[in-house]
């Protein structure tokens, strides 16, 4: 309870906006004013001065002139101030929206006292709230998060307090990246002005076993694996597919890639190893990938090095990922040949982590058919973009959620849950117009190939 939780929210921030610029317009106009006459209200003799003397002072072009100068000040300064520090304004305005949001609810106490009259000694006939009970919060804005500490004294509002978070995206127009329970308080934290932390495709990088998607969105793969993607035509699917690959292929990782629809991805058989869209390919690559993930964590167990609890990354091994567009597509075609390979990757999901084995699926959408047996519940990281369905929403991230989802013309927009079963608001990197994404990637696999030194840790890892 000691550390700093923000700036108390009161009832009296309801009207925190209007009270702000006021004060502060009055107080920079009577500056302005106070600078222009401070010599002649020095001068003046106040015993003599009569009422028509004050009059006729005001009359005068100099004290007009001072008045518009006045204003004229605070109207620039109030431009300068809400361009240069929106941000301020924005905290004012979310703190006088959680006062309201208390209020309009409710949720608080109050008391009925008598008015007094307009005789002292007399009691007045009307009465008026008087509020006992104000419920302890705080708001602070911090790199881009907004916290919102909240006490929790197991009052009759406590629930209403501790299910905050629909109330908080919608009226803050932020999005909830977290929610912890702490002693005595909840800590709701939000990301404001989500668009503004995407990132440029240069900056999805990845290396200690997390990849950077967002500002402060990463796919930790090493403790979190496993990533699930869905989304419908035009919604930047392939391209964040590809901007992974790129981003990976900055890495000594080893790359899989599967295109049964031979589309997008198919043509990076041009530049790279390691890409098919023939069934009998694919099927075979994913055999090879499963066989590969046994083999090494058999010969980790044996390693000199080995310890109980490490994976693949403390033996100085390579990770390995097998990316799979379209997948449901893919298990449409294969008919009896589907329940082996669900079978396969059950096993991947489920031992690929401390191999260094993990699965990149991407889909339309995620239907439990070929996503059964908990399947789907072992991809930690799960991305829908573009449009989809109130049940497509429901197979990516859980029939359960209580998540408003809204739709927005943006290509490469969408929601993520980063494993902690907290969606947000999520954005693409952003690809810049004709960005020849063959191009990148076979200079970053022509760069791999002809290092000896990645191919000597590739062959270790092989090994």
């Not at 009059?55 to 001072?66: A, D, N, V, W």
């Not at 949720?107 to 008026?128: C, H, I, M, R």
């Not at 090494?296 to 990770?319: C, D, F, I, V, W």
Request: hydrophobic content about 40%.
């Amino acid at each position: 309870m000691s550390k700093y939780k923000g700036k108390r929210i009161k009832a009296s921030d309801k009207q925190l906006v209007y009270h702000f610029f006021t004060v502060s317009m009055v107080t920079l106009f009577s500056c302005a004013m106070i600078s222009f006459h401070l010599r002649s209200i020095m001068a003046v003799e106040w015993e003599t001065v009569t009422l028509d003397d004050v009059i006729s002072q005001l009359k005068t072009p100099y004290f007009l002139g001072s008045v518009i100068t006045a204003l004229f000040i605070c109207l620039i300064v109030g431009f300068l101030y809400y361009y240069y520090k929106i941000d301020n304004i924005k905290q004012l305005e979310h703190r006088q929206k959680l006062a309201k949001m208390v209020l309009q609810n409710g949720w608080y106490e109050a008391e009925q006292v008598q008015s007094e009259g307009f005789f002292k000694d007399l009691p007045g006939s009307k009465t008026k709230e008087r509020i006992s009970h104000f419920p302890k919060m705080y708001y602070y804005l911090k790199d881009g998060l907004i916290h919102i500490n909240v006490e929790i004294t197991m009052g009759k509002y406590q629930d209403q307090l501790l299910q905050l978070e629909n109330k908080l995206e919608t009226g803050l127009y932020c999005e909830l990246v977290d929610k912890e329970l702490k002693d005595s308080y909840i800590e709701y934290t939000m990301l404001y002005d989500t668009i503004a932390s995407r990132i440029q495709i240069d900056e999805a990088t990845a290396h200690d076993g997390r990849l950077k998607l967002m500002d402060s969105v990463y796919w930790e793969y090493d403790k979190l694996p496993h990533m699930l993607i869905a989304g419908g035509t035009g919604g930047g699917k392939s391209y964040f597919i590809l901007t992974i690959i790129e981003a990976l292929l900055h890495t000594n990782a080893n790359l899989y890639i599967l295109d049964p629809k031979n589309s997008d991805l198919a043509d990076l058989d041009t530049v790279m190893n390691n890409v098919y869209y023939r069934k009998d390919d694919m099927l075979h690559c994913i055999n090879q990938f499963y066989e590969d993930m046994i083999t090494r964590s058999e010969a980790m167990k044996q390693h000199p090095n080995y310890k109980t609890g490490e994976n693949y990354a403390y033996l100085g091994l390579p990770a390995n990922f097998l990316i799979f567009d379209e997948y449901v597509a893919f298990m449409d075609m294969l008919s009896r040949d589907s329940t082996e390979v669900i079978s396969k990757l059950k096993q991947i999901v489920m031992l690929g982590r401390q191999a260094g084995f993990f699965l990149i699926l991407a889909c339309q959408r995620p239907d439990a058919k070929y996503l059964g047996d908990g399947i789907r519940d072992q991809f930690n990281f799960r991305v829908a973009l573009g449009r989809m369905s109130e049940l497509g929403y429901g197979m990516m991230f859980g029939s359960d959620t209580q998540k408003q989802f809204f739709l927005k013309p943006i290509k490469g927009r969408g929601y993520v849950d980063t494993g902690t079963s907290v969606i947000s608001e999520f954005y693409t990197p952003l690809v810049p117009n004709g960005y020849d994404f063959l191009k990148q990637i076979g200079k970053l696999a022509n760069k791999t190939l002809a290092d000896p030194v990645a191919d000597e840790v590739k062959a270790t890892g092989s090994d």
